[in-house]
């Protein structure tokens, strides 16, 4: 017997499938899906988050000096003698630790790049900006699960789909 679910797909198919709706499922909070693609994402959410609540304050903040372009009024970059003309600034910037940074990129490997259209910018590209999901485990989820030991989803049914009688549920974040 195998350890997973097929859902009657193949492999590079079922992978791709479980990624996206793992990503939309961290990204909204909640989603609405199948009862056996819910408990398959389920298995890929929690390990994340599981990760996310381990490795969660695993960091340390340095302050470093960049060179930053200096602005005009308008918010344009000032030349002089057709140079743009730099300022030092400090910065202060979190630093990973190997173990968090190997956590980072075992979650990209899951998570799909997202990006998000502010609801008065609706239909303008350049005003989409890109959602960084790890960040988002790291500091806003795995902060609220910090006490809680496995559970971090919730599966509620909600009844019989229309066209194949599939049973759908919610699957959400606790």
Known sequence: MAGYRKLGRTSNQRKALLRNQVTALLDNGKIRTTESKAKE??????GLIALAVKEKDNYE?????????RKDKDGKRVKEDGKVVFDTVEKTIKKD????LHARRQMLKVLYPVTAVPEEAAGKKAATKKVDLTDKLFTEIAPKYADRNGGYTRIVKIGQRKGDAAMEVLIELV
């Open 41 to 46: 994402i389920r298995r890929i959410t929690e």
């Open 61 to 69: 903040t340095v302050t470093v000096q960049a060179k930053v372009a």
């Open 97 to 100: 630790s190997p173990s968090r």
